[in-house]
């Protein structure tokens, strides 16, 4: 049986085997060998030492298997190894650690950003000097006189917080003041400060509140990093028809000689589900195929088919054809998924 404990040394741990093993006898003090961890449960320790494997407990977990290196520190009583070169860690596994860790620090204290708003809008007896900061952010985030358009879309995703980061990196001078994290960040400094200078439950709950607003904007972002392909986002906006959920996901043809671009969303309406599939050709024209789940869903699209030509005609957009069909559209054969936004940074 082979004990692993600390050494008492920075980093160094010790490998203890009792010295009767046969494998005592093929080992010097102050010799420097190999020794593989072929499995690692809790602390339970699989080592393979001159061709034996051995079961060893440790006192602390270790976190990883393979190959390490070893100094023979003594022979007796015991056989002492102590390991002087652990093994690394992949770049895969190292992201993946640090990912879980910032899941459990961030999820247990989240909260949806529509929910936030809420809550915030609701609050009583705030400074004013937090009153029209908090007004701003609520006036550009949720409300709107107009009908959201293509342009607002764009620029409400890009504002949305999840690329606040990708946009500091990027610019000497980033253009932050619209985005959300940036703004919950800056608010949730100067409440925290006015709070320290004057104690203030509503400042304390305030705080509280807009912490778990940036926690759950970092949670969607580690989930991009992870799944580029699905875009985890809330977009808070007054409307008066109410979207449930919706996706959008794009495909790339992977033959040059046949459609270059796919774009397939769906979007859940009050009045049923509603496909559409885009299709970019060589010529860059577009052609829509539009699928309605329910009879009123359907007269409700083609009531509006001409108005929505008139809009693409006015955005110089190249129109094929734009019709209703009966079979739900579905990707084509041959395509890649390419990711909606590109985060890296």
């Given at each position: 049986m082979v004990s692993i404990s600390n050494n008492n040394l920075p980093n160094l741990q010790s490998l203890f085997l009792n010295s009767a093993s046969s494998a005592s006898s093929l080992l010097k003090v102050g010799q420097v060998l190999s020794v593989n961890i072929d499995q690692v449960q809790g602390k339970q320790v699989l080592?393979?030492?001159?061709?034996?494997?051995?079961?060893?407990?440790?006192?602390?977990?270790?976190?990883?298997?393979?190959?390490?290196?070893?100094?023979?520190?003594?022979?007796q009583p015991t056989l002492e190894l102590v390991i002087i070169k652990s093994p690394k860690q992949t770049a895969s596994?190292?992201?993946?650690?640090?990912?879980?860790?910032?899941?459990?620090?961030?999820?247990?204290?989240q909260q949806a950003i529509p929910q936030v708003l809420q809550q915030i809008s609701l609050m009583q007896a705030l400074p004013p000097s937090l009153s029209g900061a908090i007004n701003q952010l609520l006036d550009q985030v949720s409300k709107s006189n107009t009908p959201l358009?293509?342009?607002?879309?764009?620029?409400?995703?890009?504002?949305?917080?999840?690329?606040?980061?990708?946009?500091?990196?990027?610019?000497?001078?980033?253009?932050?003041?619209?985005?959300?994290?940036?703004?919950?960040?800056?608010?949730?400094?100067?409440?925290?400060?006015?709070?320290?200078?004057?104690?203030?439950?509503?400042?304390?709950?305030?705080?509280?509140?807009?912490?778990?607003?940036?926690?759950?904007?970092?949670?969607?972002?580690?989930q991009l990093y992870e799944t580029p392909y699905i875009t985890a986002m809330e977009l808070p906006y007054e409307s008066n028809r109410t979207i449930n959920e919706s996706s959008i996901e794009l495909r790339k043809h992977n033959e040059k000689s046949a459609i270059s671009w796919e774009?397939?969303?769906n979007i859940a309406l009050p009045q049923g589900e509603m496909a559409t599939k885009i299709i970019l050709n060589q010529q860059d024209e577009l052609s829509y195929?539009?699928?309605?789940?329910?009879?009123?869903?359907?007269?409700?699209?083609?009531?509006?088919?001409?108005?929505?030509?008139?809009?693409?005609?006015?955005?110089?957009?190249?129109?094929?054809?734009?019709q209703i069909v009966k079979q739900k559209p579905i990707k084509t054969e041959k395509t890649?998924?390419?990711a909606l936004i590109d985060i890296h940074i």
């Amino acid at each position: 049986m082979v004990s692993i404990s600390n050494n008492n040394l920075p980093n160094l741990q010790s490998l203890f085997l009792n010295s009767a093993s046969s494998a005592s006898s093929l080992l010097k003090v102050g010799q420097v060998l190999s020794v593989n961890i072929d499995q690692v449960q809790g602390k339970q320790v699989l080592l393979n030492i001159a061709g034996q494997t051995i079961t060893a407990t440790s006192k602390e977990s270790l976190q990883n298997t393979g190959t390490v290196q070893v100094q023979v520190k003594q022979l007796q009583p015991t056989l002492e190894l102590v390991i002087i070169k652990s093994p690394k860690q992949t770049a895969s596994q190292q992201l993946q650690q640090t990912l879980q860790a910032a899941y459990r620090q961030f999820i247990p204290n989240q909260q949806a950003i529509p929910q936030v708003l809420q809550q915030i809008s609701l609050m009583q007896a705030l400074p004013p000097s937090l009153s029209g900061a908090i007004n701003q952010l609520l006036d550009q985030v949720s409300k709107s006189n107009t009908p959201l358009s293509g342009k607002e879309l764009k620029d409400k995703i890009s504002n949305s917080g999840l690329f606040l980061e990708s946009k500091l990196n990027k610019s000497d001078k980033p253009n932050v003041n619209t985005d959300l994290k940036a703004q919950l960040l800056k608010l949730n400094q100067e409440t925290q400060s006015l709070n320290s200078k004057s104690f203030s439950p509503q400042l304390a709950q305030l705080a509280g509140t807009l912490t778990q607003a940036i926690n759950r904007l970092t949670v969607q972002q580690l989930q991009l990093y992870e799944t580029p392909y699905i875009t985890a986002m809330e977009l808070p906006y007054e409307s008066n028809r109410t979207i449930n959920e919706s996706s959008i996901e794009l495909r790339k043809h992977n033959e040059k000689s046949a459609i270059s671009w796919e774009v397939l969303i769906n979007i859940a309406l009050p009045q049923g589900e509603m496909a559409t599939k885009i299709i970019l050709n060589q010529q860059d024209e577009l052609s829509y195929l539009i699928w309605c789940e329910t009879d009123a869903l359907e007269l409700l699209v083609s009531e509006n088919l001409e108005n929505l030509k008139q809009q693409l005609s006015d955005g110089e957009l190249g129109v094929r054809s734009l019709q209703i069909v009966k079979q739900k559209p579905i990707k084509t054969e041959k395509t890649t998924q390419i990711a909606l936004i590109d985060i890296h940074i």
